[in-house]
């Protein structure tokens, strides 16, 4: 396994990558003006295939600190989520939460998940509400169900569950932060047209306060930030 670029090195590649582009083109330029004072000789060719040459050298060259580059941004994205804190809202009921989603349009299905869709913006959402006592596994399974929505015509899905707990914990705040993060890094991988993105909303049963990691409007994104949008309106952030 190749040791990993550091930006630095990157930025050599990268450096040298656009000056064999830049040199291509010059071939070229070059060879129209050789072309016009010596035209018994075809130097256009020549010129078209040190531009291929050197355009392919460059190709490479990006081509080789592709996969660190994207590396490096994805660490980067993800350290600056670090110091944002999970939003924390009051509420007086689950249905009072229920009646949010049906006032932002969303219908509940036979199956116990909340569905609507805007054609205009070819994403599909969805909410689930969960109660448990016990978290480890919980949202993974539930997770794994929201991701079976993309066989149904759904290629990108924004959903939220609402995990009702008896207590919130640090450590499920950690969980769901750390959950988070990773479904907003996913969106700036290419990883095809298929995209997932899951809001957790803890509630806690005892005090009646929710917890969610929303996203600074410096940071935002498309799927995840579409949930966001419909859970300030719910909590009236």
Known sequence: ????????????????????TILG????????????????KNWFIYGVIVFVVFFLISALLKSVVKNDKEIISVNE????????????AKYNSIDEIKSGLDKSSYELLSNGFYFKRIATQGICYYAKFIESEVFNDVIEK?????????????????????LSLPKIEEE????????????????IIPTG?????VIVVLLD?????????????SKKTIIYTYSCLVLKKIFKK
């Open 142 to 162: 539930e997770v794994v169900r929201f991701r079976r929505f993309h066989r149904q015509g759904c290629e990108q899905i924004s959903g939220i569950l609402f």
């Open 1 to 20: 396994m190749s040791r990993q670029k550091d930006k630095k090195e990157i930025l050599v590649f990268e450096i040298f990558a656009k000056i064999f």
């Open 77 to 88: 994205k993800l350290k600056s989520y670090d110091d944002v804190e999970l939003y924390q």
């Open 193 to 197: 047209k298929m995209k997932l993105s």
């Open 25 to 40: 083109f010059v071939a070229v330029l070059m060879s129209l003006i050789l072309s016009e004072a010596m035209p018994e």
């Open 205 to 217: 049963q005892t005090t009646k306060e929710a917890f969610y990691f929303d996203v600074p409007s």
């Open 172 to 187: 499920h705040k950690d969980y769901v932060k750390d959950l988070s993060k990773s479904f907003l890094v996913s969106e």
